[in-house]
Every structure is written in structure tokens, then in C-alpha cells.
């Protein structure tokens, strides 16, 4: 829905987007509308303290950046925050041309309307993203506190913009400073934001992946949410604590140790509780970085949703060395029917390189237990980390040839901003992307990080065969038509077919 009848909004929420370029034509109809998670848990917290505020999901909606900013200025909001958290770590990189877009359309509209970024990437490059783009205000953290703060400063007859935790801005003779404090992290996660505001989002857009329905399931109602905030692991090609660094700073936590945070059981079942029972949500998303870690906590959820009876389809991510004795059977009878795991790369060499300890033995001996249990698989596979060349590209490959998942993502290398690969490429010099949407796995002008015996462009040709080969492969769509029905081996044939135009190549 877009956001109407409010005399007085204090905040507005955008989630920005432009699903064409950064899928090309598979953002049509292949890939999945996600709701702005960050952007719903953000409005319930500052609905809690007392501001008025609305969501305006331009994703969803389809809108430009112009008919956005018509909606924003009619509106009238004391301060519009775009939030560019993607949905999952990488992605908000890749968003940022929606966001620049945006910006120079309000600003155009309202050269006096307040712009706040807030997400992954704007934390990442605070003072680089404030110098490039048309906004006034970059929040270096996760995003709550400096909201209200920010509001509660504007707000006053002298503001003091160097007290607000966590703000990057520009001082009267537009020098960029930042303040003087880090915005802490939220702490109590079921006190402070308990969960999504779903009632400012417009419910019926948002659809699953199509690989999430298999089988003629409807991809409509869906709905993601998390259970936890950041990860303990430490992968270089990762950026997922990037929102989380200042805080973690500001609670002086070990620099190598990563915040983990964890809503309750009772808190999660309450919001599966919200999406069932009055929106009529079965398919769903679980978007944790890793959901499958903490025995006691996945469990205790299982449990929950159990004695609720509900009938789900969910899936999840997971770590090959994550999964326990007696959780998967329990996983399945509360409806997690899809289990993502990051396989990453066959060789040791590469995977060691990446921060990545496990190897094909493992994988193929816990996927066996998982598919054993009636729970799908998802292999994540990366091609172009620093130490690969066409050998272990070929071994990557062979390895999901073999395993054989009823679904599998094919990445290029990226240093995405906030990763300790980013630093790394920064370090050596290496060649990065000449704007953030060749940061997207899938636009025209993606650009992988070359290996140290690779170019990007035979990085990226070696991914879009391999995609093409694992798809088009006889014994892939031959189980799929057992596991599915041959209508769903169609359905793969058809996105074979979406040849992704690539100007690198």
C-alpha cells in the first residue's frame, strides 16, 4: 500500500530498488519480491518511542525514482530515511544506483528535504557514500538509535548534530564530519523490536523464489524475518557485520570476536503467529545468515511451530558443520522443506584461503542426511575466490555436478564493501567494479574480482556456463522431474533460456 492519510509523519522508510537492472530479465519473473525487513523492524522500534511512520516500498511497487519522490513530497515526512539493507549481506551494494537515483529525484522535487541513508553498505563507506551522494545524513551503524536521535536533534530549536551517535553529516561550511560517539547496538532484541511492522507493508506483493515452490506450490503470500542479527564466523568474502562495527566498537567488544544476537522462540512464533494467522503466509523465508547454529535455539522454535500445527514451507541457511544429531528430522516436521548451505569451492587450497575449513567429504555425507529427511538442498557455490584458477573451477564445478542439489546458486567472487575481501583488494590494488551495480551477480555490467590467475572476464564466462551446464544437465532435470513433476523440469528449461546480456564479456 502506499503510505497515506498522515497529517504529521515523522519518518518515512524507503526501501529503494530496480529489480530490472540488477536481475536483467530474470528480476521479472524468476526472482523473489522480499520484503524490506531492516526498514520493518526499524518502523516498529521508532512506533515504539513514539514517532509517527510509514514505509514506502518502491521495490515492490514498481515505482521510478520521480514517482517516488512525488509520493515522498506529498507526504511531507520531518525526515526520509532510505534503507539500503539488502536481503541478503551482498546485496546492498547493488542497490546503491537505486538510491543515487532516488536522491537526485527528492532533491530535485525538495532541495530541502532531509535524506538519511542507513545500511550495510552506506556503514561500510560512510564518508565515501555522504562525499557521492545527494543525501544530507549516513548512519555508520545499524540504524535505530541514530534515527532517533537525528529526529530528536532536527527536531530541536539548536541542533547539535556532532551528539548524534553514529551520523555522518555536513558541517555549515559543508565540510563532512562525523560524530563523536558510535550508535550502540540493540541489546534486547524482544524489548526493542520485537518484530516487523507488517501492517505498513503492502502484503500481497511480496512472492518466493521460484525454486521455493517447486512442485505448483503458489509463491504468494511470503514473508521473510530473522531469528538472529550478524554471524561468528569470519569469511572473507562476507560483509555481513558491516552495520554491526561501530557498535560492537562502542560496546568495546574484542575486534575478533562478531556481535550475535538472538530474538526468543516465543518472540519468533508470535511473528510466524501474525503472518498466518492474519495474513495467510505458508511460504517463508528464515533469513538469518545462519539459522541452523545454536541447537537449543532451533529446537526450541521446531517446537513451537509444531504444537502450533501450522502448516509452513520454509527454508534456511545453514554451515555443513552446523547440523547436529536429531535436528533434521525435527526441521522437517515443522515445515523447513529448504536448507541453503555455503559449499563455496572444492578445493582445500581455496577454501582454506576464504576461511573456509570443510571439504567435499563433509558435504556430500551431511547433504545425503538432509535430502535422507525429506529436506531440499540449496548449494551456494563461488567461482573466482583469490587462490582459484580454471583447475579448481572445473573441481568446484564437478562437485556440484556430483552433489547434484535440487537447487544451486553459481556466484562470481566479490569484495563487497565491508568484507575483509574488500580490504584486501583495496591493499593489492585489485580491479573492482567501476560502479556498484557491477557489484549485482546478474546486471549487464557485472564485474567479478579477478583471481590471482584470472581475469574477470574468465571468471565471469566460466560462472555463466557452469550455470548453463548444471541446469541444462540430463541427471539434474532428471531427478527433478522424480522430485517435482516434469511441469517443474519445464520451468527450469524456461530459465535456462534468460541468456544474461554481460558487457564484460
Not at 275 to 280: F, N, P, S, T
Not at 300 to 315: A, E, K, M, S, T
Request: hydrophobic share 40%; glycine share 8%; with cysteine.
Amino acid at each position: 500500500m502506499t503510505p497515506s492519510g498522515k497529517t504529521h509523519l515523522d519518518l518515512l522508510l524507503v526501501n529503494p530498488g530496480n529489480r530490472s537492472r540488477v536481475f536483467q530479465s530474470l528480476g521479472s519473473a524468476l526472482s523473489a519480491i522480499e520484503p524490506p525487513v531492516w526498514a520493518g523492524l526499524m518502523a516498529t522500534t521508532l512506533r515504539n518511542r513514539g514517532f509517527t511512520v510509514q514505509i514506502l516500498d518502491t521495490n515492490a511497487l514498481g515505482l521510478t525514482p520521480e514517482e517516488a519522490a512525488d509520493i515522498i513530497s506529498d507526504l511531507k515526512p520531518f525526515l526520509t530515511a532510505i534503507v539500503v539493507y539488502g536481503h541478503q549481506p551482498s546485496a546492498s551494494t547493488q542497490n546503491m544506483p537505486a538510491v543515487g537515483d532516488l536522491c537526485k529525484a527528492l532533491k530535485a522535487k525538495g532541495p530541502d528535504y532531509p535524506i538519511l541513508l542507513v545500511g550495510g553498505h552506506v556503514a561500510a563507506l560512510p564518508e565515501r557514500t555522504l562525499r557521492e551522494e545527494e543525501a544530507d545524513f549516513i548512519c555508520d551503524g545499524e540504524g535505530p538509535y541514530t534515527i532517533t536521535e537525528l529526529l530528536q536533534a532536527l527536531k530541536s530549536k539548536r541542533p547539535d548534530l556532532g551528539k548524534v551517535a553514529g551520523l555522518w553529516y555536513r558541517d555549515n561550511e559543508g565540510h563532512v564530519r562525523s560524530a563523536a560517539y558510535a550508535a550502540p547496538l540493540m541489546k534486547d532484541l524482544d524489548r526493542e523490536m520485537p518484530e516487523i511492522a507488517w501492517d505498513l507493508l503492502p502484503m500481497e506483493k511480496y512472492r518466493a523464489h521460484n525454486w521455493h515452490c517447486f512442485g505448483g506450490l503458489s509463491r504468494t503470500p511470503y514473508a521473510s524475518f530473522y531469528t538472529s542479527l550478524g554471524c561468528p564466523y569470519h569469511c572473507s568474502f562476507c560483509c555481513i557485520q558491516a552495520p554491526f562495527r561501530s557498535g560492537e566498537k562502542s560496546l568495546r567488544l574484542n575486534k575478533t570476536v562478531n556481535s550475535y544476537r538472538l530474538w526468543s522462540p516465543k518472540t519468533v512464533l508470535n511473528q510466524i503467529g501474525v503472518l498466518v494467522e492474519r495474513y495467510g503466509v505458508r511460504n517463508i523465508k528464515i533469513a538469518d545468515e545462519i539459522f541452523v547454529l545454536h541447537p537449543t535455539h532451533v529446537n526450541d522454535i521446531c517446537d513451537l511451530i509444531i504444537q502450533r500445527g501450522y502448516d509452513l514451507n520454509i527454508w534456511a541457511y545453514s554451515r555443513l558443520d552446523t547440523i547436529k544429531e536429531g535436528m533434521i528430522e525435527k526441521m522437517k516436521r515443522a515445515g523447513i522443506n529448504w536448507l541453503a548451505f555455503g559449499v563455496e569451492a572444492a578445493s582445500q587450497r581455496v577454501r582454506d584461503d576464504a576461511g573456509k575449513g570443510y571439504g567435499p567429504e563433509k558435504a556430500l555425507r551431511i547433504i545425503e542426511a538432509v535430502r535422507a529427511a525429506g529436506i531440499n538442498v540449496i548449494g551456494n557455490f563461488i567461482f573466482g575466490l583469490p587462490e582459484d584458477n580454471l583447475d579448481t573451477l572445473e573441481e568446484t564445478l564437478g562437485l556440484a555436478l556430483d552433489l547434484n542439489c535440487e537447487f544451486a546458486n553459481f556466484y562470481c567472487a566479490m569484495a563487497y564493501p565491508g568484507s575483509r575481501l574488500y580490504d584486501q583488494a583495496i591493499r593489492n590494488g585489485w580491479a573492482l567494479p567501476e560502479s556498484w551495480s557491477g557489484y549485482s551477480q546478474h546486471a549487464i555490467d557485472t564485474t567479478p574480482l579477478p583471481t590471482r590467475y584470472l581475469s574477470a572476464a574468465e571468471v565471469l564466462r566460466f560462472r555463466d556456463q557452469a550455470f548453463q551446464t548444471y541446469f541444462s544437465g540430463r541427471r539434474y532435470l532428471d531427478m527433478i522431474s522424480r522430485k517435482f513433476g516434469i511441469e517443474t523440469a519445464d520451468q527450469i528449461r524456461e530459465m535456462t533460456k534468460h541468456n544474461l546480456k554481460r558487457r564484460l564479456l
